[in-house]
């Protein structure tokens, strides 16, 4: 697979859901704990950005995690996302779920990943997209590479990518350039 943009852009149309991963995705990966054990994230503004338009351009944003963060749940809060899910062991059965729950096909539900965990939920799903910095194999696999890595930018790219594919850029930097 790779990077056909055309044809990533054309199964990004489609998209009515998109899916994140958290570590190595909306983060860089690196996991840091306080000397009380407390996880600390780092998110990109950037990328928060992406998914408050993706949002407004009609696109229901989820994160679905294997971990748990407190820190997770504070910056989906700040982004407006109620589609949190941590502690997931299979993303693609919560994919599926989802898709259920709101009438829709798996065609219509992308997921972005960066690791071979991620593998499964990015097969069934409708568009895939992964970050620079993702496995090897995780590369190999999806419809589309972000250019930048996890928690530098990569959402952002494929939040535009999706907006712009589906014909919704013009409205979404309306705001910005009047």
Request: glycine share 12%; net charge negative.
């Amino acid at each position: 697979m790779g990077n056909n943009v055309t044809a990533a852009a054309d199964k990004a149309t489609r998209l009515v859901l998109m899916g994140f991963d958290v570590d190595g995705v909306l983060t860089d990966g690196t996991l840091y704990f306080s000397s009380q054990g407390d996880e600390i994230k780092a998110f990109s503004s950037l990328d928060g950005h992406g998914l408050k338009m993706l949002q407004r351009s009609g696109i229901e944003v989820a994160v679905i995690s294997g971990r748990s963060s407190r820190a997770l749940e504070l910056r989906a809060k700040n982004l407006g996302i109620t589609e949190l899910h941590m502690g997931v062991d299979d993303k693609r059965a919560l994919l599926i779920q989802l898709a259920a729950k709101r009438g829709i096909e798996l065609t219509q539900a992308g997921y972005m990943g960066d690791d071979v965990v991620d593998l499964p939920i990015l097969r069934a799903c409708g568009f895939s997209a992964a970050v620079a910095d993702a496995h090897d194999e995780v590369r190999a696999r999806v419809d589309y590479v972000a250019s930048k890595g996890g928690g530098r930018g990569a959402v952002r790219e494929v939040c535009d990518l999706i907006i712009r594919a589906q014909g919704k850029w013009d409205a979404a930097m309306a705001e910005y350039l009047a």
